[in-house]
């Protein structure tokens, strides 16, 4: 069974970077990977995506300021966080689909971003 571990988050004030990692258990080479993330009392929404060819798509309130990367011969998919705002704060999982298993996600990676 594919599982996937968020790491990187942490405690940021704003204006700084963090960088998340997302490890799969398994080869990522065709999955089209996501990060999502949810805030307190809002539902999750999809923050940004990036295929396996490494096409790019971004919520607008991320763009310009995150950047999703992928580094298939780890297994792991990246999301740099830059020029970081308080409506940034959520918990952050990372999420793609595998055969046979279906959707998957992470445990997720908490993001607080506070002076």
């Known amino acids: 069974q594919v599982q996937l571990v968020e790491s990187g988050g942490g405690l940021v004030q704003p204006g700084g970077s963090l960088r998340l990692s997302c490890a799969a258990s398994?080869?990522?080479?065709?999955?089209?990977m996501f990060w999502y993330r949810q805030a307190p009392g809002k539902e999750r929404e999809l923050v940004a995506a990036i295929t396996s060819g490494g096409n790019t798509n971004y919520a607008d309130s991320v763009k310009g300021r995150f950047t999703v990367s992928r580094d298939n011969a780890k297994n792991t998919v990246y999301l740099q966080m830059n020029s970081l705002k308080s409506e940034d704060t959520a918990v952050y999982y990372c999420n793609g689909y595998f055969v046979p298993q279906g959707t998957t996600w992470g445990q997720g990676t908490q993001v607080t971003v506070s002076s």
């Open positions: 398994r080869s990522i080479f065709l999955i089209t």
